[in-house]
């Protein structure tokens, strides 16, 4: 596993220190991300993607968020860019703050801050963390989030749901 630095938070969402990853991982340490929610650019679409089996953390599930731990020093505006960067190849496009949003099901304890991207250029996954993606159509989304039984991530549901909410009523 990478044992990178990353920013440790409060319950409250204050980033208060930093501590490397395992750390986190092994002692459900708050901490933070920064992800995005990849639209086309008329907005009716989603870009989704299939997680490795290999990632730590809900591998082999579906994810509507391009995104990953903010690390030490970092903001979560900064993560979002530099993930969706590496994860979809996905560089210089602005990003719309959205929301936070709370997932805490120890021992993963994260504030999801959410960003929100247009996009209609060409994606390039990152081998070692996407299989696969494609684009969905909000309706498909919605129906894969309302779904417990989808293979959407988990804490990636709980963020679509709150769009949903927020946005597309």
């Avoid at 907005?43 to 731990?69: E, I, M, N, Q, S």
């Avoid at 997932?103 to 993963?108: A, E, G, T």
Wanted: glycine share 8%; net charge negative.
């Amino acid at each position: 596993m990478n044992d990178e630095l990353v920013a440790v938070y409060d319950e409250s969402g204050v980033a208060v220190g930093a501590a490397p990853r395992s750390r986190v991982r092994a002692e459900g340490l708050w901490h933070a991300a920064g992800v995005v929610l990849v639209r086309s650019p008329d907005g009716a679409k989603v870009y989704v993607h299939l997680r490795t089996d290999t990632k730590d953390v809900f591998p082999g599930t579906y994810d509507c968020w391009a995104g990953g731990v903010v690390a030490a020093g970092e903001t979560p505006a900064d993560c979002a860019r530099r993930e969706l960067a590496e994860e979809l190849g996905i560089r210089g496009v602005p990003l719309e703050p959205l929301f936070v949003h709370v997932y805490d099901q120890p021992p993963m304890r994260c504030h999801n801050f959410a960003f929100e991207a247009r996009w209609d250029g060409p994606i390039t996954h990152q081998p070692e963390e996407i299989v696969s993606g494609e684009w969905l159509e909000l309706a498909e989304l919605r129906r894969w989030a309302e779904d417990p039984a989808s293979s959407l991530i988990p804490d990636g549901r709980l963020g679509v749901l709150e769009w949903f909410r927020r946005f597309e009523p």
